[in-house]
């Protein structure tokens, strides 16, 4: 059975850092591309980052330079390390399998919230 599980999150100023980690299970996941996905408040899911099984990493605009996206295959891990933080990064964060340009899995887990305020 496909699970994810995040974990990391919390409540954190603005300026501050967060690593999010996201352990994945049945499925092949060294041979799988991942995705960081965020749940806004305003019920908006958006993509935020994605590794591929051999590590090329892209990252949307909000993303760059900011945030990091690493993944440690002898653990099935994805992490997401985010950086000077902005309230506008408050949100639920969600990883997956990634394929043809969205989530492979139906299965989500229950996410990691993060709150980004002073």
């Known amino acids: 059975q496909v699970q994810f599980v995040e974990s990391g999150g919390g409540l954190v100023q603005p300026g501050g850092s967060l690593r999010l980690s996201c352990a994945a299970s049945?499925?092949?996941?060294?041979?799988?591309?991942m995705v960081w996905y965020r749940q806004t408040p305003r019920n908006q899911r958006e993509l935020v980052a994605t590794?591929?099984?051999?590590?090329?990493?892209n990252y949307v605009d909000f993303a760059k330079g900011r945030f990091s996206i690493s993944r440690d295959n002898a653990k099935n891990t994805v992490y997401l390390q985010m950086n000077n933080l902005t309230p506008e990064d408050t949100a639920v964060y969600y990883c997956?399998?990634?394929?043809?340009?969205?989530?492979?899995?139906?299965?989500w887990g229950q996410g990691t919230r993060v709150t980004a305020a002073s």
């Open positions: 997956n399998a990634y394929v043809l340009g969205r989530a492979r899995y139906e299965n």
């Open positions: 049945g499925f092949a996941f060294s041979y799988s591309a």
């Open positions: 590794v591929s099984a051999s590590g090329t990493t």
